[in-house]
């Protein structure tokens, strides 16, 4: 097995899988797969590692030690520098929330475990995703997790004299599968976590090792890799977020990958194209751009107070990462790399990096984001997402209501609300409103779980509870001739169509019932309006008065927290949302909830209250009426949504 010799060809590549990923995370529509760059550089990385692994091993030559100092002198000095740039900047100039977020994904990012504190949190796709500097570290934290076991893994095929070409083809083809299985069932884990992504990684190995055997057919290699060029460019236009990934879909690039390393050689591809001097240039600080990009659109993201940036701050964000990536290669990355830099002298720098990035994030955590340094107008909006119904926790599930009764207490309870956690958001206004008079009534709700009789989700981790819980409540309503009318609320775009704006529509959630042969964007439609009937006409043959309450259009992006920013930075920026984006999908939503229902159910929508022809606010009197991106806060539901329901019910509900 031949050592691994320099490959400009690889630069380039390197410089088609980064270029993208930055476009994409510019916020170009036009792009939608850009994000497949990063499953190119694991396959680059498998080949390259495995590469000079099994060249030292062959040569008897390998040590461990040497190994992780190479991958420690590669990856740590730049990371390092970055998230120290990056934690004294948002600590000054991010929000107090953000700023301690950003302190614990630094200590996370620096021992390679960031893609775990992702995992907990957003969707990598959704917008609030961008407003976290440190998310991009994800995909650096899967690799060096990757090589833990990996060269360990490599001694025992070695000193057992397996056969290596069939355990790693095995292995990968396997790793594929599990891989595809989990992006299916869990899709957020499946994108952040090494189980799903190993096979990208043993692709490269099975480079490496030969499992893919040369050709020296000059017509076969050229048309193998302009292929793999074709590939790869496909998937950038081809997949996107909303797709099962990484899955099949990555194959896409993966395999144009493959095909440029394997059969590249001396094809027209490599030796003209991508070893061209700017685009190998491109490649060799591509590190360097992966780790400045999405820190600096971060940032102009969080001074616009927007997720949007316009083409002036885009144009502006590219010069300052080039700037920032050549200083970083040029004085950071390049001499780590030398030898004469000396050991102690890299231990010095590095430790003293690390520590520096320790104390500033300590400090940033203790003191809970220095909330003292913003001023009194940012921080009511900051406050904002603390406005939420006090009786909320009280409520959850089906436990004894205890204290989760309001109204006259000495009436009996005559009406319940259930539903998920916009029924439970919606409680304060139904209860406020003339539409109950004073009446004694509570709530059931359980996150994502609205009361749709006979559906679940196939892929929604709290599905179990969730069918525990709907059973429990048609017990209680069953069981309790007091309750004359149930009040059904629900995120009703999510539940028609399985994608939340949150999540910039990936990571979707689909529903089935009896009825379903296959799960589709179209059938979980078809569900919704199945098991809403079924759940409408099995309150009415107990002879309950059933009422809807319309969809809350969702801004897809934390209301407090953007309109904070804006404060922060002297704006006062409305927060608001074109109809095309939040109010279609709830009209959407309503209108299939009003052809369905009978007479004998009343509707109430309330979209009319937040959006006109064109926008959708949700802002009233310079207060947010969101505790986060989709649920209203308390204050919202009493002040703003309840005037709304009494004068629908002087009027006469839909």
């Known amino acids: ?18 270029i993208p990923v930055i476009i994409y995370h510019a916020g170009a529509a036009w792009l939608p797969g850009g994000f497949v760059g990063v499953d190119v550089f694991f396959v680059i990385s498998g080949f390259l590692i495995s590469k000079i692994i099994l060249g030292e091993m062959e040569r008897n030559s390998f040590s461990f030690i040497d190994f992780y100092k190479r991958r420690v002198d590669r990856i740590v000095p730049a990371l390092v520098f970055m998230v120290v740039v990056v934690l004294l900047v948002f600590s000054v100039l991010g929000l107090p929330d953000q700023s301690v977020s950003v302190a614990k994904s630094a200590i996370s990012a620096i021992f390679s475990v960031s893609n ?29 997790q990757f090589y833990l076991f990996f060269p360990v893994l490599m001694i025992v095929l070695f000193r057992l004299k397996l056969n290596i070409k069939m355990v790693i083809a095995v292995g990968a083809i396997v790793m594929f599968v599990f891989g595809w299985w989990l992006s299916i069932k869990s899709p957020m884990f499946a994108y952040y976590m090494l189980p799903a992504r190993a096979w990208e990684l043993a692709l490269g190995v099975a480079l490496a090792v030969g499992v893919v055997p040369k050709s020296k057919s000059i017509i076969l290699n050229e048309t193998l890799t302009a292929l793999g060029a074709i590939l790869i460019v496909l998937s950038f236009f081809y997949v996107r977020s909303d797709m099962v990934f990484p899955g099949v879909a990555a194959l896409i690039p993966c395999a144009g990958a493959a095909l440029i390393i394997n059969f590249g050689g001396d094809s027209f591809v490599s030796k003209r194209l991508l070893s061209c001097k700017p685009i190998v240039y491109v490649g060799l600080i591509s590190y360097s751009l992966y780790l400045w990009h999405w820190p600096i659109l971060t940032f102009l993201r969080v001074v616009n107070a927007s997720v949007h940036l316009d083409r002036s701050m885009v144009v502006l964000g590219m010069i300052v990462t080039l700037v920032l990536s050549i200083i970083s290669w040029r004085y950071v990355e390049v001499p780590f790399r030398r030898k004469d830099l000396g050991d102690l002298k890299k231990i010095v720098l590095l430790g003293g990096g690390v520590a520096v990035a320790g104390i500033v994030s300590f400090l940033v955590i203790l003191g809970s984001g220095f909330p003292s340094r913003l001023s009194p107008h940012a921080l009511e909006a900051v406050m904002a997402a603390k406005d939420i119904d006090p009786l909320r926790d009280e409520c959850f599930g089906t436990k ?5 009764t309001f109204g006259d207490q000495s009436l009996p309870v005559s009406y319940i609300v259930v539903g998920d956690s916009h029924a439970a958001a919606l409680r304060p206004a139904i209860s406020a409103s003339s539409l109950v008079e004073g009446e004694r009534g509570t709530l059931y709700w359980m996150k994502a779980c609205p009361l749709l009789d006979g559906s679940r989700r196939v892929n929604h981790p709290g599905q179990k509870e969730c069918k525990t819980f709907k059973e429990n409540v048609w017990r209680i309503i069953e069981g309790d001739r007091s309750i004359e009318t149930v009040f059904l609320g629900g995120r009703w775009p999510y539940q028609v169509t399985g994608t939340l704006p949150e999540n910039g529509g990936s990571l979707m959630t689909l529903m089935a019932d009896d009825v379903t042969a296959t799960y589709s964007k179209n059938e979980n439609e078809l569900v919704f309006i199945r098991s809403l009937k079924r759940t409408v006409d099995r309150l009415a043959g107990m002879g309950k008065k059933v009422v809807i309450i319309g969809s809350v259009p969702e801004a897809g992006f934390n209301v407090p927290e953007s309109t904070a920013m804006a404060r922060n930075f002297g704006r006062e920026d409305k927060a608001r949302v074109p109809f095309e984006v939040a109010g279609n999908r709830a009209r959407f939503s309503d209108e299939i909830i009003m052809n369905l229902l009978p007479e004998s159910a009343s509707f109430y929508p309330v979209l009319g209250a937040f959006c006109d022809d064109e926008w959708c606010d949700f802002e009233k009197n310079g207060t947010p009426v969101f505790y986060d991106s989709n649920h209203l806060s308390y204050s919202g539901a009493l002040n703003f949504i309840a005037p709304v329901l009494s004068l629908q019910n002087q009027n006469g509900a839909i």
Not at 122 to 142: C, E, I, K, N, R
Not at 400 to 404: A, I, L, Q, S, V
């Open 1 to 18: 097995m031949a050592g691994l010799k320099y490959r400009a060809d690889i630069d380039g590549l390197r410089a088609l899988a980064v």
């Open 116 to 144: 775990f504190y992702f995992w907990g949190g957003s969707g990598y796709f959704s917008p609030s995703s961008d407003f976290m500097p440190l998310l991009h570290t994800w995909s650096l934290a899967v690799e060096e």
């Open 400 to 404: 004894e209501r205890g204290g989760c």
